[in-house]
């Protein structure tokens, strides 16, 4: 059921993937960078759609990590970068678009941004990724000492400066404000997706809410005595962490047990661990 769900993530992450590209970058010519964004420059100087560059330059870098990095290039890395590859160009081909869906460039941008980060956070959340760029990274990772973030931003930047050139100001403009909102966003969806809640209670009834989070939520926890300064009484305090849709049941289970607890909720985006994310 596990690996059905990252399947099914990782494939909804890639069509919308596709989706935000087709239908929002390339008619505007968005060059945000990555292979997306080279393939959109070079479509525009050449013969050849910026499908069939997308796909052709992604099995490039593909072949390129097999030779230069083996297994690192994954199993997951392979089915999402083809796949993605492949709507786009599928759509080319049954759905041929040759002009923009609006007169709005911003709101074009938006979308086009909106999708595209979604679904990379999706696909990155399932540990996989699109390829493209990402096997430029372990390759410098692996054979120079340059800082991979540094030159992924810089290769992205010349993509989306490229843009000023081959389109124009208004299009270049555009592509660098895409490019600035996507290194935000990628990251934001994916805290959103990994968002758990760390619940604190200071309690008399111990062993019922410890039971009730173990055998109803199946998760664990961590009990220790606490003492109130004030009042000097002696209380369990348990730790836990949860989901964020478990989270009001069992706020609400905690009330109905022990009116009077101390319940303490707090945020986090990532929680690493069995029942949660591996390491």
């Known amino acids: 059921m596990k690996k059905f769900k990252n399947f099914l993530t990782m494939t909804i992450g890639c069509v919308l ?8 970058k390339i008619p505007n010519g968005f060059a945000t960078g990555g292979v997306t964004g ?5 479509a525009q100087i050449t013969p050849v759609t910026p499908g069939v560059w997308i796909w052709g330059l992604n099995i490039v870098l593909l072949l390129v990590g097999f030779i230069f990095l083996g297994g690192q290039t994954g199993v997951k890395t392979i089915y999402c970068s083809m796949f993605y590859s492949g709507i786009t160009y599928f759509l080319e081909k049954f759905l041929p678009l040759t002009e923009p869906l609006s007169d709005q460039p ?12 979604i679904g990379s956070a999706m696909i990155f959340n399932s540990n996989a990724s ?23 931003l810089i290769s992205d930047f010349i993509v989306a400066a490229s843009s000023f050139v081959v ?4 299009t270049g403009l555009f592509s660098l404000l895409g490019l600035f909102a996507k290194a935000f966003l990628v990251d934001a ?6 968002i758990c809640k760390y619940f604190i209670v200071i309690t008399d009834k111990r062993e019922e809410i410890s039971g009730y989070i173990m055998r109803t939520l199946h998760h664990g926890v961590t009990v220790h005595s606490a003492v109130g300064e004030y009042t000097k009484g002696e209380k369990s305090m348990i730790h836990t962490v949860c989901k964020r849709t478990e989270a009001i049941k069992l706020r609400a289970a905690i009330k109905e047990m022990d009116p009077h607890a101390f319940i303490i909720v707090t945020t986090s985006s990532e929680i690493i661990g069995r029942g949660f994310r591996g390491v």
Do not use: Q, R
Not at 38 to 42: F, M, Y
Not at 131 to 147: C, E, M, N, P, R
């Open 17 to 24: 993937l596709a989706f935000g590209v087709y239908f929002f």
């Open 38 to 42: 080279i393939g959109t420059v070079l």
């Open 106 to 117: 911003l709101l074009e941008l938006i979308y086009a941004m909106l999708l595209t980060s």
């Open 130 to 152: 699109s390829g493209g760029t990402d096997i430029v990274a372990l390759l410098l990772k692996k054979f120079t000492s340059i800082d991979v973030g540094k030159a992924l």
């Open 167 to 170: 389109f124009d100001i208004k």
């Open 189 to 194: 969806v994916i805290e959103n997706l990994n």
